[in-house]
Nanobody, 115 residues
Framework: QVQLVESGGGLVQAGGSLRLSCAAS????????MGWFRQAPGKAREFLGH????????TYADSVKGRFTITGDSAKNAVYLQMNSLKSEDTAVYYC????????WGQGTQVTVSS
């Protein structure tokens, strides 16, 4: 089993920045990828991007490319989501995911962008 704990959510003004963190524990050796999704009220869960451990490569959704950056720290089994130029439409619950034999989800952290 893998446990994911997210942190860093909160309230920020439009145009501001926020950095989310996600730390994995448990059977982390089975993981090959970690990433982020979000879900806004009344909307479907949206893929944001992921970080692949073997190549340290990232993939982003077009909707956040250029504004959001995902990085990983293998020593800490952690992945980060740096969000810049935030907009009110970025308001959502942000979820960390980890992929191994199965996909694990964090509990989510609320990000609210005030206009």
């Amino acid at each position: 089993q893998v446990q994911l704990v997210e942190s860093g959510g909160g309230l920020v003004q439009a145009g501001g920045s926020l950095r989310l963190s996600c730390a994995a524990s448990g059977r982390t050796s089975s993981l090959y990828r970690m990433g982020w999704f979000r879900q806004a009220p009344g909307k479907a869960r949206e893929f944001l991007g992921h970080f692949r451990w073997s190549s340290s490569s990232t993939t982003y959704a077009d909707s956040v490319k250029g504004r959001f950056t995902i990085t990983g720290d293998s020593a800490k089994n952690a992945v980060y989501l740096q969000m810049n130029s935030l907009k009110s439409e970025d308001t959502a619950v942000y979820y960390c995911t980890a992929s191994g034999a199965t996909t694990y989800w964090g509990q989510g952290t609320q990000v609210t962008v005030s206009s």
